[in-house]
């Protein structure tokens, strides 16, 4: 009964709200935003369009390189709150998705629905950033995963209006599907005007990462 | 994990998306007082004077008055070329305090909502002042409630508006 209700409860927050841990997953009313990331275990792109302040929707897609499992999903982003301050702001997000997981598996192709919720908050001023990110995906057959990572970061130096803003960046993620569960990963963040690029290098995976999102 | 989500979703969705971290009210500085009445007290972000504030020791008529160790000086207009060529042409400046400007992000998103308006001449997000910096053209107005609503579509909260001297610093 419990999982029944649960289930239905995941089913329509998926349906409501979103999210995902890349910078500002909601953006101004009326603007798009193009997300790239690729990290251990993904690579995944978000085309999403704000429609609210607080609510943007976007089409998903991600490859799971280890199960070579492709997801394809509509997924919107809510802003739940936030909050301000002259010198900070933090933010917390709530994100959902429902669309395809397709994997090949000898020779013939699978095919469930797929499910996911996410949790996202941060809290950054111009030189420090601190931030932590939620994942639950139900792949039906194909399996269920959930990540958790988290990250804190600090500017060298606060970069004015249109300069190019650089941060140090240290994420520690933890995906319980995946043989090296917990990991770490120092990148460089490099944000000028619309564009921001992260790069960075998975010491237990030995694996690269590397984001890029940018606002139009 | 999922129960958690659930009851985490439910509890945040039962509350506005912008959180009140203290007192948070728009103010309008008119003309070339400054009544601290008036000031907008930011527990959260800003001071808190207590409850036995002198207000006498201060002084109220400066347009960019400094509150000394509270850090309280108005910041005027910031200028670029575009600004000044806008107010050479006769725009009005307005000066907008923001709240929770800390990335380049945040400056796109202001610049782009309000750039769509006619009535704005020129606009320049500055992240050291943590203000907005528009010039209105001649003839056209743009009003508190307007900038307001405008930068609540960007995603972000206003704590003052400066207008004309006092957006120039006297």
């Known amino acids: 009964m419990i999982k029944a209700i649960l289930r239905i409860a995941l089913v329509s927050i998926s349906l409501?709200?979103?999210a995902t841990a890349i910078a500002r997953p909601v953006s101004y009313a009326g603007g798009w935003t193009l997300i790239e990331t690729s990290n251990r275990a993904s690579s995944a792109g978000l085309l999403h369009y704000t429609l609210n302040y607080n609510l943007s929707v976007g089409a998903r897609y991600e490859w799971q390189r280890g199960s070579d499992t492709r997801v394809t999903a509509i997924q919107p982003t809510f802003l739940a709150k936030?909050?301000?301050?002259?010198d900070y702001q933090a933010n917390?997000?709530?994100s959902g998705g429902i669309g395809t997981a397709e994997r090949d598996v000898g020779g013939i192709e699978n095919s469930e629905t797929a499910k996911f919720v996410g949790v996202m908050a941060d809290w950054e001023t111009r030189s420090l950033f601190v931030s932590y990110e939620g994942r639950r995906m139900n792949l039906g057959q194909l399996g269920n995963q959930t990540m958790h990572a988290a990250r804190v970061g600090w500017a060298p130096y606060e970069g004015d209006t249109g300069a190019l803003h650089t941060w140090l960046m240290l994420e520690v993620d933890h995906r319980e599907h995946m043989d090296e569960?917990?990991?770490?990963?120092?990148?460089?963040r490099f944000f000028k005007g619309p564009a921001l690029l992260e790069v960075?290098?998975?010491l237990s995976d030995s694996s690269p990462l590397f984001n890029f999102t940018y606002r139009f | 994990m999922n129960k958690t989500i659930s009851l985490f979703i439910a509890a945040a969705l039962s509350t506005s998306a912008y959180a009140?971290?203290?007192k948070h009210e728009m103010k309008h500085h008119s003309g070339g007082q400054m009544n601290h009445a008036d000031m907008n007290h930011d527990r959260g972000a800003e001071h808190d004077h207590g409850a036995s504030h002198e207000h006498e020791s201060h002084d109220h008529n400066a347009m960019a008055h400094d509150h000394g160790d509270m850090g309280m000086k108005a910041a005027t207009?910031?200028?670029?070329d575009e600004i000044s060529a806008a107010l050479a042409n006769g725009g009005a400046p307005v000066v907008v305090d923001v709240l929770g400007?800390?990335?380049?992000f945040c400056a796109t998103a202001m610049n782009k909502i309000f750039s769509k308006r006619d009535e704005v001449a020129a606009i320049y997000v500055d992240l050291d002042k943590k203000t907005l910096s528009l010039v209105i053209n001649d003839g056209s107005d743009l009003s508190d409630k307007q900038i307001e609503k405008l930068a609540k579509q960007a995603g972000y909260r206003i704590a003052a508006i400066r207008r004309d001297s006092e957006a120039m610093g006297g």
């Open chain 1, 16 to 18: 409501m709200v979103c």
């Open chain 1, 82 to 86: 936030r909050w301000f301050g002259r």
């Open chain 1, 92 to 94: 917390l997000y709530f």
């Open chain 1, 181 to 188: 569960r917990t990991s770490v990963t120092p990148l460089l």
């Open chain 1, 200 to 202: 960075g290098y998975n």
């Open chain 2, 20 to 22: 009140d971290d203290g």
């Open chain 2, 77 to 80: 207009i910031t200028h670029t």
């Open chain 2, 101 to 104: 400007v800390v990335c380049d």
